[in-house]
T-cell receptor, first 112, second 114 residues
């Protein structure tokens, strides 16, 4: 059974820092991995989607990497801003399935 | 273009009542998913539709939960005899097709059962 873990559960950093959020999964047979952002009381906003054949994806100040063999993904946020404060969730779809398995998220707070 | 929409945004009901939650997917998306998110947790899968048929309902917690998508577009999640433990945010997502395509999420419906 696929399990997704995110570390740390919460993170508080001063504005301008570069930071790394971690996601690990127990079954490496995945179709893709997606990173989401969730603001309090809101739905999920897709940040980056990495197909299983890819090693990384970049969008603006965000870079996500995928190491399928070790069951790990990292989300790198450069030059963090207070507007980046949110919960970040990673989710994987296993091969042969269509449903996302989510981690419990990392709550990020960027201090001005 | 318009994203996934869900109505109502908030629903408060009493224990034992029946509720319906609606999801309007992105136009042209054939796959539709329902997830449930409890406080402090990641979303958990409930059911997935490919077209009109429920392709995987393995996440529905019990037979009080049922979902339909009669015309392959709008979907309704129905909960009978609600219990306090059903309180959560119910999220809907759609994708162009099933099989690993990017899923786009709606804002969710916050259900509170008193």
């Amino acid at each position: 059974k696929q399990e997704v873990t995110q570390i740390p559960a919460a993170l508080s950093v001063p504005e301008g820092e570069n930071l790394v959020l971690n996601c690990s999964f127990t079954d490496s047979a995945i179709y893709n991995l997606q990173w989401f952002r969730q603001d309090p009381g809101k739905g999920l906003t897709s940040l980056l989607l990495i197909q299983s054949s890819q090693r990384e994806q970049t969008s603006g100040r965000l870079n996500a990497s995928l190491d399928k063999s070790s069951g790990r993904s990292t989300l790198y946020i450069a030059a963090s801003q207070p507007g980046d404060s949110a919960t970040y969730l990673c989710a994987v779809i296993g091969t042969g399935t269509y449903k996302y398995i989510f981690g419990t998220g990392t709550r990020l707070k960027v201090l001005a | 273009g318009a994203g996934v929409s869900q109505t109502p945004s908030n629903k408060v009901t009493e224990k034992g009542k029946y509720v319906e939650l609606r999801c309007d997917p992105i136009s042209g998306h054939t796959a539709l998913y329902w997830y449930r998110q409890s406080l402090g947790q990641g979303p958990e899968f409930l059911i997935y539709f490919q077209g009109t048929g429920a392709a995987d309902d393995s996440g529905l917690p019990n037979d009080r939960f049922f979902a339909v998508r009669p015309e392959g577009s709008v979907s309704t999640l129905k909960i009978q005899r609600t219990e306090r433990g059903d309180s959560a945010v119910y999220l809907c997502a759609s994708s162009l097709e099933a099989g690993g395509h990017e899923q786009f999420f709606g804002p969710g419906t916050r259900l509170t059962v008193l």
